[in-house]
């Protein structure tokens, strides 16, 4: 209530046209922006290759894409803003979402899982926490509280479900949402991370949600060969789709694009993840 909640703060020190922006443009659905990008697998398949023979452990896309994010939130505090009733907010802590499909079938169901990140953590600590969270809703009898809550709304008639959400919306639009809703609901998060590639999917744009406060949505889509210059010469290069929608009402565009070269060169290079972050920029 008057611009306080128990997952962001207000950000009041910005220019008037960033300021009613969020009023002209109320949704997230018209407020997206779309970028993509096909991120070079070599880099990645080199650094895996490498720490499996030195003793590092098994990586993956998912462990690294994920870390880059994090880094990049934390590097870019300005990133981790979210819109909510026309005011900008910083949010306290880095989220990461995802979706954890209980087996490899079309009948299986499937949860969503939310981590929280400081931006200090190493690659492997990002590692530890992505493995141990699938590991903890892979099971078909697993149970975590995103599934608990949405088993209480839905299992009520259609019409209580729609007044149920109404005033879970009321309360969200108003910061009267109790943190105990806030933290298991994946809409509430940094960045949505959605890996098609672990289905031999293409990635896709995939829109934000207007519930919640999700800011970025990061697409994986499965790997190919396609034609790149290299040396002046044309060449077959291992590429791997990567979408990414924004919302452009928190951060000027230049911010945006000055990240993104930032996150490609970490993908690039991904050891450079293996360091911790020992101080986090101040975000202005």
Avoid at 259 to 277: F, G, H, I, R, T
């Amino acid at each position: 209530m008057f611009g306080f909640r128990p997952d962001g703060k207000i950000v009041k020190d910005i220019d008037p046209i960033q300021r009613i922006v969020p009023h002209i443009m109320r949704h997230r659905h018209d407020s997206q922006n779309y970028t993509g990008i096909d991120l070079p697998c070599e880099p990645m398949d080199a650094f895996i290759k490498d720490e499996i023979a030195n003793g590092g452990g098994s990586y993956n896309y998912m462990h690294i894409i994920i870390a880059g994010i994090v880094r990049i939130m934390a590097l870019y505090p300005r990133l981790n803003r979210f819109i909510m009733n026309g005011r900008i907010y910083k949010r306290n802590s880095i989220n990461i979402s995802f979706v954890v499909k209980k087996g490899m079938t079309a009948d299986a169901a499937e949860t969503t899982v939310k981590l929280d990140f400081t931006g200090h953590e190493t690659l492997a600590d990002i590692r530890e926490k992505i493995n141990a969270a699938i590991i903890a809703n892979s099971n078909l009898n697993a149970d975590n509280g995103t599934d608990k809550l949405a088993r209480i709304i839905t299992c009520t008639p259609n019409m209580i479900i729609a007044m149920l959400v109404g005033i879970i919306r009321f309360l969200d639009k108003h910061g009267l949402l109790p943190m105990s809703i806030i933290k298991v609901s994946p809409f509430h998060t940094t960045a949505f991370v959605t890996n098609l590639k672990s289905i031999k999917g293409p990635s896709i744009f995939h829109h934000l949600y207007d519930f919640g406060n999700t800011g970025v949505f990061f697409s994986m889509g499965k790997e190919s060969m396609i034609p790149v210059v290299e040396g002046g010469k044309v060449v077959a290069g291992k590429r791997m789709p990567f979408q990414i929608v924004t919302d452009e009402r928190f951060c000027d565009g230049f911010y945006f694009v000055s990240a993104l070269k930032v996150l490609k060169d970490l993908y690039s290079n991904p050891s450079q993840l293996k360091e911790p972050l020992k101080t986090l920029p101040v975000e202005v």
